[in-house]
């Protein structure tokens, strides 16, 4: 069954540096997500991309955050200058287009868990 | 704005009982809900989902139902296992819309009692 894959799974940071979170969607998907989850709590939506750019973004999602597809394969979500409450459990997602039977095939990858000390 | 409320937070049931969560939602143009289970430290992975033009969808011990007037949505687990024990979500979306973002209850934690 094709897989999210994210990179590193476990990411520590000291408050205030840049952190890159890597992303490899579904090779066939068209839209990818970002969701981050802080211990104990929801899954919150961060931010959708589609078409080389941002189709939505949520609240959490300000300047500090950003998102890319640098290549064919790779989706990234760079935060510029850490916080400690940016600490969580970040998730990729990606979907495809069409009418699949479970929402475009929305698939989630493992996670990066990022520690910010 | 697009609020999904679920209850209860924690459930513990007798292992063989049934278990239920309960979600609501605010935004009237969605149309795809799905469920997600959560082991800890673990992705959420999609266990059933069903769409607004069905009211009930079933998965041999799993059941969801959904009341598009009330914006009210429900899983059933019958004759729940040990292994039932996770955190549930439920999730609402606008499924049909382009790059769908999906938004998320607050979980439960089922706890499954020998």
């Known amino acids: 069954e094709p897989e999210v894959t994210q990179t590193p799974s476990h990411q520590v940071t000291q408050m205030g540096q840049e952190v890159i979170l890597r992303c490899v969607p579904i090779s066939n998907h068209l839209y990818f997500y970002w969701y981050r989850q802080i211990l104990g709590q929801k899954v919150e939506f961060l931010v959708s991309?589609?078409?080389?750019?941002?189709?939505?973004k949520s609240e959490i999602f300000d300047d500090q955050f950003s998102v890319e597809r640098p290549d064919g394969s790779n989706f990234t979500l760079k935060i510029r200058s850490t916080k400690l409450e940016d600490s969580a459990m970040y998730f990729c997602?990606?979907?495809?287009?069409?009418?699949?039977?479970?929402?475009?095939?929305?698939?989630f990858g493992s996670g990066t868990r990022l520690t910010v000390v | 704005g697009e609020n999904v409320e679920q209850h209860p937070s924690t459930l513990s049931v007798q292992e063989g009982d049934s278990a239920v969560i309960k979600c609501t939602y605010s935004?009237?143009?969605?149309?795809?809900f799905p469920w997600y289970k959560q082991e800890l430290g673990k992705r959420p992975q999609l266990i059933i989902d069903i769409r607004s033009n069905v009211g009930e969808k079933k998965d041999q011990r799993i059941a969801v139902t959904l009341n598009k007037t009330a914006k009210h949505f429900s899983l059933h687990i019958t004759e729940t296992q040990p292994e039932d024990s996770a955190v549930y979500f439920c999730a609402a979306s606008r499924g049909y819309s382009s790059a769908s973002k999906i938004i998320f209850g607050s979980g439960t934690r089922l706890s499954i009692r020998p």
């Open positions: 991309f589609y078409n080389n750019e941002i189709s939505e």
């Open positions: 997602a990606s979907s495809s287009s069409g009418t699949g039977a479970n929402n475009y095939g929305y698939t």
């Open positions: 935004d009237s143009a969605s149309n795809y």
